[in-house]
């Protein structure tokens, strides 16, 4: 049965902020500090998997989606630190670190614009 919970009553998990970077928690951490470093739009090199992920998504996963892009970086951030705090996570890391956010504004930009178009 299809979902029919506004954004509004969505709740977002750390555990699903944490699943939309997962991604970028793949790449070996030197490789991520490059990248983030020289503030790469890599969310358009991957906007065939993004379409082919969004086509299975729930309308419950969207919204949930939708609600974590919406969040201001800096609260992201702070989830990310967190999340790097329990897992060690050396990619959480950098991305948890304030000089990412242009990459991160810039790389949920992009996404937004393939995702909710």
Known sequence: MM?????KEVTVTEEDVISLVDLFT????????MVVNSNKNVVRSFESQVREYKANLSREELLKIEK?????VPELQEILKKA???TGQKQLKILADPKSGDFIRQNLNELQKIIFP
């Open 3 to 7: 979902s029919t919970k506004s954004k």
């Open 26 to 33: 793949r790449v070996p951490p030197l490789l991520l500090k």
């Open 68 to 72: 974590v892009m919406d969040m201001p």
């Open 84 to 86: 790097y705090h329990e």
